[in-house]
């Protein structure tokens, strides 16, 4: 079994940053992937960024140039850092860990973790 454990988010103004954390513990294999997920009430959940084992990212148009993704070694864990953000950046932001075990992706998810971003 895979824990998942975010961490970070919180309130900031409008052009501020803030932190997002997300730790893989558990079963984990070599081959993973860590996404970051959010979401608002009615709408669909939004794909922002995605880090594989292999050093791969990817980030959604929304956000590129203002949020960057690293990884915590040797830790499976990742840290999104969000800066100049904007009030659509307003979401809960959710952890996804995938790995593979030979045959598929399973997949495990965060709780969910409040941002908030002010005027």
């Known amino acids: 079994q895979v824990q998942v454990a975010e961490s970070g988010g919180g309130l900031a103004q409008i052009g501020g940053s803030l932190r997002l954390d997300c730790e893989a513990s558990?079963?984990?294999?070599?081959?993973?992937?860590i996404d970051w997920y959010r979401q608002v009430p009615g709408k669909q959940r939004e794909e922002i960024t995605s880090?594989?084992?292999?050093?791969?990212?990817t980030l959604a148009d929304s956000v590129r140039g203002r949020f960057h993704v690293s990884r915590d070694f040797p830790r499976v864990a990742v840290t999104l850092q969000m800066n100049s953000l904007k009030i659509e950046d307003t979401a809960t932001y959710y952890c996804?860990?995938?790995?593979?075990?030979?045959?598929?992706?399973?997949?495990?998810w965060g709780r969910g973790i409040q941002v908030i971003v002010s005027a």
């Open positions: 996804r860990v995938r790995q593979w075990d030979g045959l598929r992706w399973p997949e495990y």
């Open positions: 558990g079963s984990i294999l070599d081959r993973w992937i």
């Open positions: 880090f594989s084992y292999t050093g791969d990212v």
